[in-house]
């Protein structure tokens, strides 16, 4: 399993730096294919799918071929749809405990490996009965991809979030290579339920938070970066706000924190009289000022100034 996913990661950072080392791809392919694979492992680390984008993209045709032939290889370990029940449609039903439900999603065959040119084939499998999720990974997968298999409930507060989260995340343009919107809003609703455990106020005010937060035209980077995968479903569940913010939002809010840290530090200490500094705004010379080391030990000392005419503050190092 290391192995692979060691392997995985660096067939998957060649496919972000859209450059393909041939030479080393094509090392890593037969290093794999020396590998025992196992439907888990394939599951896990999404493997196939990385080596189907890598063969795809790879302009050297030995690559090419050896990826396709260890898909077709790799397809031979999913169970025949005959083995298995057939799957129904991809709702939500059972109870919020995570009770056996009758409902079950199988994804496609391209979820472990990926597509290639002899077309798809559905694999079937039964979702899980217990409480917890699919042990499935969080790693990259193209839109359409990844299976929903998560909690699945009946409260309608819990669904009402749901369609809530999924219209936050759809509520602006969806890049390319995106997650499904339903995916992601099911598994930040359900991250977010494990939270409280319960549907309380606290609960319905997280999920506010989040909408509210998804579909803020100042911060589109965040509704971005959770439907590209750079921040997982578990990590909006329990971001704060700060976290949340936009990155302006972010820079304001440490410039009146260091402004109001100064002017605490300028009201703590009495300062000094004088008539040697000249107010810029009513021009006065009725001014207090203090020194404090604001920066390191070898920096100047930033003085403080008060006015004590019409009160206007100002400093300066």
């Known amino acids: 399993m290391e192995e692979t996913e060691h392997v995985a990661r660096r067939l998957d950072r060649m496919l972000k730096n859209k450059k393909i080392d041939d030479e080393s791809a094509l090392k890593y392919l037969k290093r794999l294919r020396s590998i025992e694979m196992t439907l888990e492992i394939l599951t896990k680390t999404g493997v196939g799918i990385i080596i189907n984008k890598i063969r795809k993209e790879s302009e050297d045709p030995e690559v090419a071929t050896l990826g396709k032939n260890m898909i ?16 129904c449609t991809n709702t939500v039903g059972s109870t919020n405990n995570g009770g056996n439900g009758n409902n079950k999603h199988s994804p496609e065959l391209s979820t472990y490996t990926g597509s290639d040119d002899s077309g798809p084939q559905d694999a079937k499998r039964s979702r899980p ?11 990259n997968a193209s839109r359409g991809f990844f299976p929903v298999h998560t909690l699945t409930t009946t409260d ?8 809530m989260l ?5 509520s602006g343009n969806i890049p390319s ?15 977010i339920y494990d939270l409280f455990n319960n549907t309380d106020p606290k609960y319905k005010q997280r999920v506010r938070t ?33 976290e949340m913010a936009s990155k302006e939002m972010k ?17 703590v200490t009495g300062g000094t009289e004088t008539d040697l500094l000249r ?22 000392m930033t003085t403080f100034v008060y006015c004590n005419n019409c009160g206007h503050r100002w400093k300066f190092c």
């Open 279 to 300: 107010c810029g705004k009513c021009k006065q010379t009725k001014c207090t000022y203090n020194q404090v080391q604001t920066r390191s030990a070898d920096e100047p």
């Open 72 to 87: 077709k290889q790799w397809k031979k370990l999913v169970p025949d749809k005959s083995d298995v029940p057939t799957p």
């Open 177 to 191: 290579g995106a997650y499904e919107s339903e995916f992601l809003a099911i598994r930040i609703e359900s991250s």
């Open 251 to 267: 820079e304001l809010r440490e410039k009146y924190t260091k402004e109001t840290i100064e002017d605490h530090q300028m009201a």
């Open 129 to 139: 009965s217990e409480k917890k999720e699919s042990t499935e990974p969080y790693g």
């Open 210 to 242: 989040r909408v509210m937060n998804l579909r803020d035209p100042n911060n589109p980077n965040l509704r971005l970066n959770v439907l590209m995968g750079h921040v997982s479903p578990d990590k909006l569940a329990s971001m704060t706000s700060e």
């Open 166 to 170: 999924q219209s936050a995340l759809e």
């Open 156 to 163: 309608q507060v819990r669904l009402k979030a749901r369609e």
